[in-house]
Structure formats: C-alpha cells, structure tokens
C-alpha cells in the first residue's frame, strides 16, 4: 500500500509570544557584534546598529515563515482531510490565526525597513542606539500581540500529530453504525489495533485505523465514532468525524447494526439511520452486517423485524417511511446493500466472510475505474494481437514460409554431410537439412520398446527412473540429449581444468620411457667424470686447483674480508673509538684524575669513589714480565700494561710470580650514590660550579615558588579551566583566546 504523503507530525513546535522574543533577542546579541565607542566613525557606529536591526527582523521574518509555512494549507489538502480540519479546528479560525501572523510578518519587515533609513541619518552613537532600541521593542510588541494566535496554533499542531495516518487514496474498509453496536470490537478483531471497548455509547470520540491484508495486498480499516438518527446540522463534531469519512473515502462501507437492540436503539431507528445517510454510500459497495448473534436473536425476531432487515437489501422500499404508516403506491427507489451477512466479533464468526465480501467488492470497483480511465484506456491502445487472415478454418497448420533459395542451400549441405558421415549420424543429417533453430523429431533413430499392449512407443524418462531404483535413485542422463556433430562425442571424457590449465596437457603416456633413458644417461655421465678425476695429477693427497677455482677462491676471500669489515663499521657506529696507546701518550694516571675531580669542586670521598672505579676498569690486555708485580695502591698509567698477578692473587690463589693465565677480575668498590662525569663538562674550577648551580636553583625555583608548586616534579593542573580563556565574545580570530 502506497504511503500517505501527509505527515502532520512534522509540524515543528509553536513557541509563544514570550518564548519567540526571548530567542530572537539573545540570539541577536548572540550573534552580532556587541562592543562599541562613541569615538569611532559615524558609519561605523550606524552600521553596527543597522546589523542588529537587520538581524533581529530577519529572525523573526523566519520564525513566522515557518510557522505559516509547517500548517497545511487548505487549498493543497484532499477534501476528506480538509474537511476533517473544518470540523475539529474551525476553517475560518485556523486560516484567521496564519494570516495575522504573515500579516505580523510583513509589519516586522516595514518596521526594520522604515528604522534602517533613519539609522542613515543618525549623528551620534546615542541618537542609533536609540533607534535600534525602537526598532526592536516595536517588533517585540508586534509580537506580544498574536499571543493568542500562537497559542491556537500550538494546540493545533499538538492535536494534528496524534491524528492517525490516513491515506485517502488506499484500500479502505470504513465501518459506520450507531454507537455500541460493535464497530470497535470488530475493528480489534481484523488488525492489530487495539481500540477501546467499553459497554457504554461514545466510547470511540475520533477516528481510529488498523491495517490488515487481503489477497496480498495491504488494507487500512477505520473505525468512525458512532452516528445519531438527526438532522446535519444537529450533529455535533464527533459525529461530524463520521459523516466526513464517509463523504470522501473511496472505501467500502461496512454499517453495522444490532437485530438484539442491545445497543439501547430499536431496530427501526438504525433503519432509519441508514435510509437517512444512504446518499453518503453512492458509488460505493456497502453491506450491511447483522452483529452480535451470539446473543440469539435470531430465533426472537419479529416479523417486523425480518422485514426491515430484508429491506436493507432491497432496491425498492418494503416499508413505510419514519413517521409514515402505509407504502405508497409507487414504492421509491433506495440505495441498497450488496449483501446483508451476520457476525458476532465476540466469538469471531463470520468476520472472515465479512472481510473477503468486502474486499472482493472493492478491488472490482477499483479495477473496473482504472479499466475505465483515460490512463488505462492510452495503454490498451498500444496492445494489438494480430490474428492471420482467414483464420483456422483456411489455414489450419499455417507453416513457416521459407523462400526457395534457403531450402536448396539446405538441401546440399545435408548430402554433403550423409557423403562423408556414417549411417549412425543420420539425425545430424536432419537437423542440419532442417536449418538452425528448427526441432527435429529423432525419435524414431533409437530402438524403440514395445508397450504392454503390443505396440511400440518411445521410452520416457520416468520409465527409466521406475527401471532403475525410482526418484532419489536415479539420475538422469543428459548427454544423451547433446546435439554434436557426432553422437560418440557426447560421451567423451570433459577436461579436468586446474588453475587455468589442462591436466592431460601434461600426462605423458611415455612418462616411463623417458625416465629409464634420462637415468641412463646420468649414469654415463657419472662414470665418465670418475675416469677424468682419476687421470687429474695428486699432490699429497690433494688435487691441484684449476685457474678458474683459483679466481673462485680469492673473490670469496674477498668478499669475507670486505664483509668483516663491514661489520666492525657498524659495530663502532655512535662510539668513540680510543686506543689504550692512545690513552697512554696523553701521560694521564689515576691521581692526576683524582686532582682534577677536586678541582672541580667534587667532594674527596666522591673523587676517591670514582677514581677507584676507572682504577678497577683498567686492566692490561698483554701478558705482564713474571715475578714484577706491581705494589697494592701504587699509581698505573691509564691504558699501561701491568701483571696479571696484580687482579688475581687474591681471587685464585696463585704466586707472586703470575703464574695464572685468566682475565682480570678486579672491580672497584660500587658506591650507592651515582656520579656523572659528564656533568662537569664545560665547567672550569670551583666557583665556576658554584655560580652554575646558583643558577639552576634560581631558574627552577622561580615556577615553583610562583604557581606554589611543591617541587620540580609538581605539574599538577589545579584550573582546567580557566576563566580568562572561556568568557567573552569570539571573534573572527583564534579560538584560544576571547
């Protein structure tokens, strides 16, 4: 079913007077420039007034737009939802209340239009600021004026978005009755709504829809508030809702009544009723649906009662009109029902008959309208069968005409083809007299089998399944049926492809063959390089290189050697290489770094550390003289050579000779508290360090003391945010800053 393009609940919300100028006003100091001086340029000040004005009318120029632009006009609506507004909101007050507020928008434009060309004139920053201030509080008046319109269209809106979505245009089923007679109950019955029902009348005060399906297709079932037997203009708006659906629906029409007058109204009163609404159901299919019969009043009807039910259905009145006692003598015609079907939506008998019956009506009607309009007319037009001349009766087989040329071409391929094809592929020589695309009967070609009865007739596929284990069992054989230029072709083995390639592309049926011969020749090969290595001159046991192994040989020397060097580079990348001879012709020895460490203002134990820490490092790499050992303590040159004896003695217990061949193990005393010779760098004697760390102090004491910080690893941020970078104005320049 199509969607309705009416969407009422779109409408956005209508803010009152008060709301409306609260919005236009901030957003107008919002959004305009806020800060000016008397000193500027004249221009410059009208122009920063004139921007507000413009800005404040174009505001409320928007908010009114779209207010009168959101309602529904009446003009663009369908009559059935226009109507439906003149009932439920008044046409003259709704369409009263949006012109008074285009009318309130076009005075907000002449207002800023007439206060615009006195701004031109301004002299002074008073004099603007005193016509913006008019300018804007004439508008805010205008506004406060229409509060009431606002208001109206509020609630409009708010009644407009709980109305159910009805698509005027759909399949529909309207059902329609007196009140209480069981129209709700039959509506939850068929969908999926889920209507009020209540033992009391006017329980349904608007319109309800359910949806439900039927051949297919989707339908929308509307159930209306419940009808009174009086005149038009007597009804009220709930029941206008009812009259108004069933003036301009295209549905069909469902009138309920109740035989049992349970509802609190007699049988001759929705009689009455129906004759009474009946030109509301032109051009519509209506039935008339006898409800509640799970009361049993069928076996307690009247007379009187079967006759007014019967004429429901009748074209021609059987009984007296209301307020009349005999028939008169010409009967008049009426709108009768097409069909008159009982139900009971409590124990849900005869709904479904009801629904199809109903259904069934209205998709005819619906058909033969389309048959009928000039669209479907327009289509017909173009749809032509063509029938031969004649008919069956002149030309009942009517065969293909071929033109002479083609049969003769035909005619001397197929006895080429049977001169050179053996007797088997007679069918090929048939289809190919045929021509292309022609079905030949080949039936006779293969042995036929002889029927039950005697005679013969060809061998069908399900006789072959019931011959070979019946369906699930038997799979059928479809290269029988391969049309090829030769029928043994049709049982040829299909290639194997993999990966794009023929597999038998590559068997060999000579595999073997080749194989035993490739391995004889090796073995020739083999014994012939035996005989030459054998006749090849012997030098202790080795043979002598060729000049080719030869040149081999030295450029893999080559490349190891390049290789090895290669990778000392990168070993030594990032690292000061300083030989120990080095080191000992700059005359450097322990105490001279003992004397420089003071002088730099470190302390004695601190030097003395560290000193015993490179003594510890230093160790010699060559094998000392035996039995010159140096003494415990004595001075030894950085990067000098000295006995092993002097490291190990203890260690392994070995003489003053040296005797031990092992590295040195020695390792000076470790301090627990780290010095870093690099600091010092750059720093001349002792005041000098004294000077640099007063400056250190000062420079990292300064935030500390200034932010109240509790030391140099305090970076707590106590203001996340803070107040000179969040209040004020942006302008058109960085965000960081206001």
């Not at 031109?120 to 603007?128: I, N, Q, V």
């Not at 009455?272 to 019969?293: G, M």
């Not at 202790?540 to 040149?551: N, P």
């Amino acid at each position: 079913m199509a969607q309705s393009h009416y969407n009422f609940k779109r409408i956005q919300i209508v803010s009152g007077s008060t709301a409306l100028i609260d919005v236009v006003l901030s957003k107008t100091q919002r959004k305009t420039p806020t800060e000016i001086h008397r000193h500027y340029a004249i221009t410059r000040i009208r122009d920063f007034y004139t921007r507000k004005v413009k800005f404040a009318q174009q505001s409320f120029h928007d908010k009114l737009t779209r207010i009168v632009e959101d309602f529904p006009h009446f003009d663009s609506l369908h009559p059935f939802y226009a109507d439906l507004f003149n009932v439920l909101y008044d046409r003259d007050h709704y369409k009263l209340a949006l012109g008074q507020l285009a009318h309130a928008r076009s005075l907000v434009d002449g207002i800023a239009r007439d206060y615009v060309r006195m701004l031109k004139y301004g002299d002074s920053l008073y004099r603007c600021k005193q016509l913006k201030k008019a300018a804007l509080g004439r508008m805010c008046t205008l506004i406060k004026r229409h509060n009431s319109s606002l208001a109206y269209l509020e609630q409009v809106r708010q009644h407009m978005a709980r109305l159910p979505s009805i698509d005027p245009t759909a399949r529909t089923l309207l059902i329609a009755g007196f009140p209480n007679v069981g129209k709700s109950s039959f509506l939850n019955v068929v969908s999926r709504a889920d209507v009020e029902v209540q033992p009391y009348a006017f329980t349904t005060k608007s319109l309800f829809i359910g949806h439900t399906d039927h051949a297919y297709l989707r339908w929308q079932v509307i159930d209306t508030p419940g009808i009174l037997d009086h005149a038009l203009d007597e009804r009220n708006t709930i029941e206008m809702q009812s009259i108004t659906a069933l003036a301009h629906l295209r549905a069909a029409v469902l009138f309920f009544v109740d035989p049992s007058e349970a509802c609190g109204y007699s049988l001759a009163q929705q009689h009455a009723l129906f004759r009474n609404v009946a030109p509301l159901f032109a051009a519509k299919p209506l039935i008339v649906v006898a409800n509640k019969t799970d009361l049993g009043w069928e076996q307690e009807l009247t007379p009187e009662a079967e006759a007014l039910l019967a004429d429901f259905t009748s074209p021609v009145a059987t009984v007296p009109a209301p307020g009349e006692d005999t028939l008169p003598e010409e009967p008049p015609a009426q709108r009768a029902a097409d069909a008159l079907l009982k139900t009971s939506a409590r124990d849900a008998t005869g709904i479904a008959v009801v629904k199809r019956t109903a259904c069934e009506l209205l998709l005819t009607q619906r058909v033969e309208a389309k048959v009928k309009s000039r669209k479907a007319q327009a289509v017909l037009n173009r749809l032509h069968l063509a029938q031969p001349v004649g008919g069956d009766e002149l030309n009942p087989s009517r065969p293909p005409t071929i033109p002479p040329s083609v049969v003769a071409k035909r005619a001397a391929a197929a006895a080429a083809a049977a001169a050179e094809l053996p007797d088997d592929d007679a069918p090929y020589v048939r289809r190919l007299a045929a021509g292309p695309g022609a079905r030949v009967d080949t039936r006779g070609d293969k042995d036929e089998d002889e029927a039950m009865d005697g005679s013969t007739r060809r061998r069908l596929e399900r006789d072959l399944e019931a011959d070979n284990g019946g369906a699930g069992v038997y799979s059928m054989d479809y290269r029988k049926l391969y049309e090829l230029k030769r029928p043994a072709w049709a049982y040829d083995v299909i290639p194997e492809i993999i990966n794009g390639k023929n597999v038998a592309d590559f068997v060999d049926a000579d595999i073997e063959a080749k194989l035993a011969a490739l391995e004889a020749e090796e073995d020739a090969r083999t014994a012939v390089g035996e005989v030459e290595y054998a006749s090849e001159a012997v030098l202790d046991g080795y043979r002598a290189l060729t000049d080719e192994e030869r040149a081999t040989v030295a450029a893999i020397r080559d490349k190891k050697l390049l290789a090895r060097a290669s990778s000392a580079r990168e070993r030594a990348r990032g690292r000061q290489s300083v030989t120990r001879s080095a080191e000992a012709r700059k005359g450097l020895d322990v105490e001279d770094f003992r004397s420089h460490l003071q002088s730099l203002g470190m302390a004695d134990d601190d030097a003395e550390e560290l000193t015993e820490k490179v003594r510890g490092r230093s160790r010699g790499r060559s094998k000392g003289p035996r039995g010159h050992a140096a003494p415990d303590g004595a001075a030894v040159a950085v990067g000098s050579k000295r006995n092993r004896s002097m490291s190990v003695v203890a260690a392994t217990g070995a003489d003053a000779g040296g005797r031990g061949n092992s590295r040195s193990v020695s390792v000076g005393p470790r301090s627990s508290k780290r010095i870093r010779v690099g600091s010092t760098s750059g720093i001349r004697d002792v005041s000098h360090a004294k000077e640099a760390e007063k400056a250190a102090r000062a420079k990292t004491q300064v935030r500390v003391r200034r932010e109240a910080r509790k030391g140099e690893g305090d970076r707590a941020i106590y203001n996340e945010n803070p107040k000179h970078m969040v209040v004020g104005k942006r302008g058109v320049g960085k965000t960081t800053r206001r």
